[in-house]
C-alpha cells in the first residue's frame, strides 16, 4: 500500500471504489435474500445504487426487501470482469417522499425505451418499487481480494427466446440484392 493509500484508509478507497465502479457500469448484478444474482440497470445517487422495477414492463427485483440484506457485483467498464462485490442493505422510497423523488429524477434519464416517458415518474410511484442499495460493509471481493475459479452461472430462466438461426439461403438474398442496386 502507498504511503496516500494509508494516509486515506482502507475504508475510503473501498468506498471509492463501489462508488466510481457504479457510476460508470450501466449494469449491477444484484443477488437479494433468495434466489441467483439478476442483472439490473440502476443509477448511482447520493451514496446508493437506485433501481426501480416489480411493475409492468420494468425489471424484476426478487428477494428484494425493504430492510433485507443484498449482494451487489460490479464489473469493470474496460475488461468486463468482476470489479468489486460489496454487502448492501435494502431501503425501498416511499413514493412521492423526498428520496423517491430524488431517485426518481436520476432514473427517468437513464429508463431506455420507456413507453410513456411522460408520465413515468406516475406509473412508477402506482406500480412499481424504487429500491436504494446501500453499502453495509466492506467489499467481500475487490482487487486483490477474488475469489479463485470461475463464477459462472447459470442464466436466469426466461419466456424470453433467442432468434433461431438464420435460413441457409438468406446470405445468397441479400448478397445478389446488394449486387443489383
Known sequence: MTETAAAVG???????????SAKKSAL????????????????WHDGAVCVVGDGPG???LPGLA???SARVTVRSKDSWGRLVAWPARVVEQ??????????VSELKGKR??????????DRWAKQCRVLRLE?????????GAMPDGSLAARP??????????????????????????
Do not use: Y
Not at 96 to 103: K, L, N, R, T, Y
Open 58 to 60: 420494468e425489471q424484476p
Open 94 to 103: 416511499a413514493p412521492h417522499s423526498e428520496g423517491w423523488e430524488a431517485a
Open 28 to 43: 449491477v448484478w444484484v443477488q437479494g435474500a433468495q434466489g441467483p444474482a439478476r442483472a439490473l440497470w440502476h443509477v
Open 135 to 143: 453499502p453495509d460493509g466492506a467489499p467481500a471481493e475487490r482487487p
Open 112 to 121: 431506455l425505451n420507456a413507453p410513456d416517458t411522460e408520465t413515468i415518474a
Open 66 to 68: 425493504d430492510g433485507g
Open 156 to 181: 436466469v430462466d426466461t419466456p424470453v427466446t433467442t432468434r433461431t438461426p438464420a435460413p441457409p439461403a438468406l446470405p445468397k438474398l441479400l448478397f445478389r440484392r446488394g449486387r443489383r442496386g
Open 10 to 20: 482502507p475504508e475510503l478507497l473501498d468506498r471509492a471504489l463501489i462508488e466510481e
